[in-house]
């Protein structure tokens, strides 16, 4: 393609081009359609996957009691307000 005298003939090949993928649209969990994964004295629980993090939406019951011990990974908790509306 260049000449054996320009430089530009030693210069490495260029890498094939980066092949990008569609945009994937917002995907939904609607736990209110499925019955929970977990329903015990505490409350009940259903789970749903994203792309780098797992959500635990629970419906806790007064008094239930959850522990995290020996936790490794990150997690936030989220209580809404008692008067808050959905």
């Not at 019955?35 to 996957?49: E, H, I």
């Not at 011990?69 to 936030?76: K, M, R, S």
Request: charged share 20%; net charge negative; aromatic share 12%.
């Amino acid at each position: 393609m260049y000449g054996k005298n320009d430089l530009r003939a030693s210069l490495a090949p260029q890498a094939a081009p980066v092949v990008r993928t569609p945009f994937k649209p917002a995907a939904y969990a609607r736990f209110y359609e499925e019955p929970p994964a977990d329903s015990d004295v505490n409350g009940q629980a259903w789970y749903s996957r994203g792309q780098n993090m797992i959500v635990n939406y629970i419906l806790a019951k007064t008094g239930g009691r959850f522990s995290r011990a020996g936790q490794l990974d990150e997690y936030a908790l989220l209580i809404p307000e008692a008067d808050c509306e959905w």
